[in-house]
């Protein structure tokens, strides 16, 4: 049974402590891979995804239902043929995206750490989605002769779960452009912390099952390159039960300010932040349907009316 009642505190969170491992995946496409592939740009059929159910808002035993954008944020979602809610669905995880910067507005994916099986990484092969138009996502045009990687949303182990059949499905979905968005290559190979992992390994989670939203801070004044707006930040909400039956809620924001300001520009460090999720639906438009009150970053800064910024400098500082 899981408790709903109760509201954490900041007070009341721990640090998670212990080594702070990180795993780093770092792996660029060949450059005649990426030549073919914008020569001739890879499709994915809609027959492709015949069944896909995506994410699943009970997977954690209570219901956390997906993300919700509000105000100019709903006008923005891109419709999609069947679907209510802009949702594309992959094995594992969906996708909503944004009609204006043609980038995933958010992803939603369920991950069950004790099920996990290892698929190694061979030669990317990123593909359009023919569900929407291909003018709907940016493709290989925005990543050539730059510093600019093909940053997953959905990081790729996190849906690979299951039989191994699903998994490899669940492999292959992550290589969607859908599923993709420009991050400088540091970024995206060594500083987004990999706090799924981390909290799995080292926070005493139910199930070993995790529910993960990632997305990007759009703003105006974010750098046009190529005819596309490059976010600055992005951001993670991360969902879990304890296994005293009590649900969890943390937040998180990394940007790539520094690391932008010239595409040419060598790399330097990058910045992560623990940070409430009321602040997260704030900066994105979106909203977590109730998930702050399960997160004690939240809590503190509704009691306390401070707003509360924790930089991580390694995964031993997160608190949950």
């Known amino acids: ?69 509000v105000g100019q944020k709903k006008q923005d ?3 999609v043929a069947g679907s209510e809610n802009g949702r594309l669905d992959y094995q594992h995880f969906s996708v909503v995206m944004s009609q204006a910067h043609r980038i995933a507005m958010f992803v939603a994916v369920n991950i069950d750490g004790a099920h996990t099986v290892e698929i190694a990484r061979e030669r990317d092969k990123w593909q359009l989605d023919g ?12 990543y050539a002769d730059n510093i600019l990687d093909r940053g997953h949303l959905v990081r790729r ?29 540091n970024f995206n190979q060594k500083t987004w912390l990999s706090l799924e992992d981390y909290i799995l390994q080292n926070a005493r989670v139910q199930d070993a099952k995790i529910t993960v939203f990632t997305g990007p801070i759009f703003r105006q004044t974010d750098r046009l390159y190529r005819g596309v707006r490059i976010p600055l930040a992005y951001w993670k909400v991360v969902t879990f039960v304890s296994d005293a039956g009590r649900p969890s809620t943390t937040a998180y924001i990394v940007d790539q300010v520094e690391e932008l300001r ?59």
């Open 262 to 320: 010239d595409l040419e520009a060598t790399f330097g460090a990058f910045r992560t932040y623990q940070r409430s999720v009321a602040a997260i639906e704030r900066l994105s438009g979106i909203s977590f349907n109730g998930l702050a009150d399960f997160d004690g970053f939240s809590n503190e800064e509704k009691a306390s009316r401070t707003s509360i910024v924790a930089e991580l400098r390694s995964t031993a500082d997160v608190r949950v």
């Open 131 to 142: 569900r929407i138009p291909d003018e709907a996502q940016i493709g290989e045009d925005l």
């Open 77 to 79: 979602v891109l419709a």
């Open 1 to 69: 049974m899981v408790d709903l009642s109760v509201r954490p505190r900041l007070a009341d969170l721990s640090r998670l402590g212990g080594p702070a491992e990180v795993e780093i995946e770092a792996h660029q496409a060949g450059i005649e891979d990426a030549l073919e592939a914008r020569r001739s740009p890879r499709r994915s059929p809609p027959s492709r995804f015949d069944g896909r159910t995506g994410y699943h808002e009970d997977f954690l035993g209570f219901t956390v239902p997906l993300p919700t954008p």
């Open 157 to 185: 182990q996190d849906p690979v779960w299951g039989t191994d059949a699903t998994a490899r499905i669940a492999n292959d979905d992550t290589f969607h452009f859908t599923n993709c968005s420009p991050q400088a290559a």
